[in-house]
C-alpha cells in the first residue's frame, strides 16, 4: 500500500514538474540564482531486459523506461548538450558472428526513434559487455566476441552516432595496449564547451589470453592509450574538465560484491583498474569517471581520492540490482551533470519508482512510468 502511495504521489509531483501535457521534465534540479550555467549533459545506461525477459520485444530492451526517459531528457529545460549512453542497450551475448547484436541494435533503434523528441537529443552510445562479449556456457564466463566489431561500426555510422568517434587507439600505434582490433570507434575522446570525455572500451579485445578460460580477457582496457589522452588534456589550455567514461565501473559499489559489479580487470599481472585510478587522480582537472553496468545509481570517491568520483548511472531499464536499497525505494531513471560558470560541478539524479508487483519491471500497465522527479543537484567539484 505504501508503495502505491508513492506512485501516486510521484505521478502527481511529476505533474507538477511538467510544463506541457505529455508530462515531460521541464525543471531543472537545484534551481535558485547561482553561477550561470556552462554546459550540461545526460547519462543512462543499462536499459536491456534480463536473460529470461529477453523475448518481450525485437530490442530486447525495456521500451516503456526507455519511453519516458527520452521523453524527460527531451523535456529538460536547459536541454543537455549531449546524452552520454553508457552500454547494454541491448541483451545480445550470443555466441554468433554478429547476428544477434545487428538484428537488436536495429530494433533499438527504431523504437528510440519512435519515441517523440528523440531526434533533438545528441545522443552518444558507447559499447558495454552485452554489446562486445559472448557467453560460453560450457566455459560458464563471458568473453570478447571480435564479430561484434563490425556490426558496431555499421550501426554507428549509418545511424550518425559516430560524429564523435575516430581518434583512439590502434594496434600499431599503441602496442602497449596489446590490442587486436583497430578500436577507433570503440574508444576515443572529444572536447565540448571545454569539457574533456574519455570514451573507454572497458571489453576491449585483447591478445591476452585469460588462463582460466583460454579465451581473451574480459573487462581490458587500453590502458595506456588513456593514460596519454588524459595527461593531453590535463595540459591543454582549453580543457577546463575532464569526464573518463565507460560501461564497467572501477570499484564495485560498497553495498554490492566484485563478483557482483564484475568492474575492469584488476589483478596483480594486470592492475588494469588501479593504474586508471591513479592517473585520474594525479590529473586536477578529472572530475568523475561516469559509468553503468552495476543497475542502479551510485556515488561514490574512487578508494578515498580527494577529487575524484565515481558514477553509476545504471538503472535505464534492466532488472535492478537486488542489493541496492535508495531512500527513495526501487527506482529508475538517469542523470545530469551541470558545469557552472567558476568551476563548479553538480550532479543530479533523475528517480522514478519501480512498478510494484504483479506488475514487472519491463511493463506500462496498470500504472505507465512518471516523469522523473530531480533531486537535490550534489556538489562533486
Request: hydrophobic residues 40%; glycine residues 8%; charged residues 10%.
Amino acid at each position: 500500500m505504501l508503495r502505491k502511495l508513492l506512485l501516486v504521489i510521484v505521478a502527481a509531483a511529476a505533474i507538477a514538474l511538467s510544463g506541457c501535457s505529455s508530462g515531460g521534465v521541464t525543471g531543472a534540479a537545484g534551481g535558485g540564482t547561482g553561477p550561470a550555467l556552462v554546459m550540461k549533459f545526460a547519462v543512462m545506461g543499462d536499459s536491456s531486459l534480463g536473460a529470461p525477459d529477453a523475448g518481450q520485444n525485437a530490442a530486447t530492451c525495456n521500451i516503456p523506461q526507455l519511453n519516458r526517459t527520452v521523453l524527460d531528457m527531451a523535456g529538460l529545460s536547459p536541454r543537455a548538450d549531449l546524452v552520454l549512453n553508457l552500454g547494454d542497450l541491448v541483451l545480445n551475448m550470443a555466441e554468433d558472428e554478429g547476428q544477434a547484436l545487428s538484428a537488436q541494435l536495429n530494433a533499438w533503434q527504431a523504437a528510440f526513434r519512435s519515441i517523440g523528441g528523440s531526434s533533438s537529443l545528441n545522443h552518444v552510445p558507447i559499447t558495454g559487455n552485452h554489446e562486445s562479449t559472448a557467453y560460453a556456457p560450457a566455459l560458464g564466463a563471458a568473453y570478447p566476441n571480435p564479430y561484434t566489431y563490425a556490426v558496431w561500426r555499421t550501426w554507428i555510422a549509418s545511424n550518425h552516432y559516430d560524429g564523435y568517434a575516430g581518434n583512439g587507439p590502434t594496434p600499431a600505434r599503441d602496442p602497449q595496449d596489446f590490442l587486436v582490433e583497430d578500436e577507433r570507434n570503440f574508444s576515443y575522446s572529444f572536447t565540448v564547451k571545454g569539457v574533456c570525455f574519455i570514451i573507454v572500451n572497458t571489453d576491449t579485445l585483447t591478445s591476452i589470453v585469460d588462463p582460466a578460460t583460454s579465451k581473451p580477457y574480459a573487462a581490458w582496457i587500453p590502458l595506456h592509450w588513456v593514460e596519454g589522452e588524459l595527461f593531453q588534456a590535463q595540459a591543454s589550455p582549453s580543457v577546463s574538465h575532464i569526464f573518463v567514461v565507460g560501461h564497467r565501473p572501477l570499484e564495485a559499489p560498497s553495498w554490492t560484491t566484485p563478483a557482483g559489479a564484475t568492474p575492469v580487470l584488476d589483478n596483480a599481472e594486470y592492475p588494469l583498474a588501479t593504474s586508471l585510478e591513479n592517473a585520474m587522480k594525479a590529473c586536477s582537472k578529472v572530475r568523475a569517471y561516469l559509468c553503468s553496468h552495476v543497475h542502479a545509481q551510485d556515488m561514490t570517491r574512487l578508494n578515498g581520492a580527494p577529487a575524484v568520483w565515481q558514477i553509476v548511472s545504471g538503472n535505464a531499464g534492466a532488472p535492478l540490482n537486488s542489493s541496492w536499497s535508495p531512500p527513495v525505494g526501487p527506482s529508475f531513471g538517469f542523470m545530469t551533470i551541470s558545469i557552472y560558470e567558476g568551476g563548479g560541478v553538480r550532479a543530479a539524479n533523475y528517480w522514478r519508482p519501480a512498478p510494484v508487483l504483479p506488475q514487472l519491471y519491463y511493463q506500462d500497465t496498470p500504472v505507465p512510468p512518471p516523469a522523473a522527479v530531480p533531486e537535490a543537484e550534489i556538489v562533486i567539484n
